[in-house]
């Protein structure tokens, strides 16, 4: 069964940066385009960002563009997210999914796999 593992999670001052990374258990999504999301208590699931497999088509969430920076090593079969500047309302669960559609409008649809996210806390 194919797994997506997150890693990088952590507590962090505002300002501040952290680097989340996604691994597969498999080569399953080297072929496919890999996004991450995030939720935070309460609130509805997020679109952070998406990168297409070739790393040729990268979307990104109004609200961490120009912040963030979504890459992939498919060699090591690992999707990252550095996240940068980071604010308090960054605060969230960041899960990796793999093998949805995203355009420059959007989230098309979401894949099959999930992560089971990994804590991100940016205090004040």
């Known amino acids: 069964q194919v797994q997506l593992t997150e890693s990088g999670g952590g507590l962090v001052q505002a300002g501040g940066s952290l680097r989340l990374s996604c691994t597969a258990s498999?080569?399953?999504?080297?072929?496919?385009?890999m996004a991450w999301f995030r939720q935070a208590p309460g609130k509805e699931r997020e679109f952070v960002a998406s990168i297409s497999w070739n790393s040729y088509a990268i979307y990104y969430g109004d609200s961490v563009k120009g912040r963030f920076v979504i890459s992939r090593d498919n060699d090591k079969n690992t999707l990252y997210l550095q996240m940068n500047r980071l604010k308090p309302e960054d605060t969230a669960a960041y899960y990796c999914?793999?093998?949805?559609?995203?355009?420059?409008?959007?989230?098309?649809?979401?894949?099959?796999?999930w992560g089971q996210g990994t804590q991100v806390t940016v205090s004040s």
């Open positions: 498999t080569r399953t999504f080297t072929t496919s385009t």
């Open positions: 999914n793999g093998g949805g559609a995203y355009s420059d409008l959007g989230v098309m649809r979401t894949g099959d796999y």
